[in-house]
């Protein structure tokens, strides 16, 4: 089922190093991601290639460059004793076998010199520590000590050694276990499952920036919801996102429920990587009812209410960011500009009056779409006929914001009258009135009083402006 895996190592680079291991008499491998992806067939697969040589990877790198005919810059981790260098779009990293030992509060291990076997025990996956030989007396051989090729056909994550300790070492493995099950969809095998639950407050000693980076490939996965629920399952998103779990669950009130905010907010998340690869997007999707759990009431008119969550949730959208070390940037902005919006073009598909749809369009500006994107995610009723009044709702507001748009031009409206102009007209230093007049001319453009054009604007503002006592 597998192409022929000595087509892996056919490619120039690997005679390369075929040749530099011969002339430095040691032992080299290809190892890890990009044995995986080849025989997974992965286009989106490693973009770089990991070598291990049996002695000294530094030198190993050096003397592949100077037989390169690009001669290829090569760059030095003296701490890791690692060096790479680059080929083609291609990074090629070095490393000598090692031997590790961990100790419990951290992930960076004690090193030393091993054999192959030995960096193969060491490695997270039975799948990763499979290594084609480049060298002379059995180039292209495959050497999968740990049956990693019967686990890839099974489509099974599992350690080479004992997981309790593979995933106590270093812990981010616990993620990445996860994060490959995701996007391969691949099971994570029952030991390794107990380990990662088992280990999970370990999860402490990682960094907050690697466990995002874990994250982030978890949610760029076709189904992210396949680690979500791992993630739930292993205790490890309640270190992670609380804020998730604390979705989970139904209460009933005088015989009314309300729906698992939970494993509704998965299957938004899934509807949302179907339709679109923008991992913002899919951050909205996963927080988007965040302010759920924080405001919900139960009202014995209106029954479970939630009022107020969208600005509550997009309130936490930045304590979040900031917790988990993200970037506070427009990324994170955009995150909580979708989740305060995410119900205004709900509200919209049961009244649609022109100057609601101006005020979206003026509001979401370029995130319009986006945002539509996100509210078509959001249905997630498994009643047929609900489900398709609401997509048609939403058509219809679609239809509603292309018509307003043609005629109105409020995306990314520029106001007609500038603050200088109303300076210059009302001779008026920078004072308090120069914003009320800006305000009122806005809202009487959303609202449709006025058009959104300079005479009726200027017109508007001598009116106003009169009502100010304000003077030409
Ligand atoms: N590895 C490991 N434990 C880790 C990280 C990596 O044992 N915590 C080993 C695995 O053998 C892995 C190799 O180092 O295949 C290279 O790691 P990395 O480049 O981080 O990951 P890849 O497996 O190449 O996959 P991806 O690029 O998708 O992260």
Redesign the pocket.
């Known amino acids: 089922m597998y192409p022929n895996y000595k087509e892996a190592v056919s490619a120039d680079i690997f005679n390369y190093i075929n040749k530099a291991s011969a002339a430095l008499a040691l032992e080299s491998y290809v ?4 044995v ?2 080849f025989f997974l067939d992965r286009k989106s ?4 290639i ?1 070598i291990l040589c049996i002695g000294n990877g530094i030198a190993l790198a050096k003397k592949v460059a100077s037989l390169l005919p690009q001669k290829p810059k090569v760059q030095v981790f003296k701490t890791y004793g690692t060096a790479m260098l680059r080929f083609g779009d291609l990074e090629v ?1 070095f490393v000598g076998a090692r031997k590790e030992s961990y100790s419990e509060n951290s ?1 960076n291990p004690e090193v030393s010199a091993g054999t192959l076997q030995e960096d193969q025990n ?4 039975t799948i ?2 499979l290594a084609i030989s480049l060298n002379e007396s059995d180039f292209g051989t495959l050497l999968d000590p740990f049956d990693g090729m019967s686990d890839m056909e099974k489509g099974i994550i599992k350690t080479p050694s004992n997981p309790d300790i593979t995933y106590s070492d ?1 812990p ?2 616990m993620m ?1 276990a996860i ?2 099950a995701t ?1 391969l969809n691949f099971t994570i095998e029952q030991n390794s499952l107990k380990a990662i639950t088992k280990n999970a407050s370990r999860l402490a000693i990682i960094t907050r920036e690697r466990i995002v980076e874990e994250l982030h ?1 978890i949610l760029l996965s076709d189904k992210p919801s396949i680690g979500l629920r791992l993630l739930e399952e292993t205790n490890l998103l309640e270190q992670i996102l609380p804020e998730l779990i604390a979705l989970k669950g139904v209460e009933e009130e005088a015989g009314q429920t309300h729906k698992d905010n939970f494993y509704h907010t998965l299957e938004v998340v899934d509807n949302m990587a179907k339709v679109s690869d923008n991992l913002w997007l899919r951050w909205a999707a996963l927080l988007h009812d965040i302010g759920k759990e924080p405001t919900k009431k139960f009202d014995k008119k209106l029954g479970w209410t939630f009022h107020g969550h969208e600005f509550k949730g997009s309130k936490m959208v930045y304590k979040i960011f900031k917790r988990l070390k993200m970037p506070l940037n427009e990324k994170m902005k955009y995150v909580q500009k979708i989740v305060l919006l995410s119900s205004r073009p709900v509200v919209l598909a049961d009244a649609v009056t022109d100057s609601a749809i101006r005020r979206l369009i003026f509001d979401a500006g370029d995130d319009l779409d986006d945002l539509m994107l996100h509210c078509e995610a959001d249905i997630t009723t498994k009643n047929a006929k609900r489900f398709k009044k609401y997509h048609n709702n939403f058509k219809l507001v679609r239809q509603k914001i292309a018509e307003v748009e043609a005629r109105d031009h409020i995306r990314n409206f520029q106001p007609p009258i500038s603050g200088e102009l109303i300076m210059q007209t009302f001779n008026l230093k920078p004072c308090r009135e120069i914003g009320t007049l800006k305000e009122a001319i806005k809202e009487a453009i959303l609202e449709g009083k006025i058009k959104n054009d300079y005479d009726e604007a200027y017109q508007f503002m001598l009116d106003k402006a009169a009502s100010l006592s304000l003077k030409k």
């Open positions: 190892i890890g991601g990009f995986r992806d697969g490693a973009k770089d990991d990293e992930r060491r490695r997270d996956f990763n520590a270093d981010l493995r990445r994060r490959f996007q490939k």
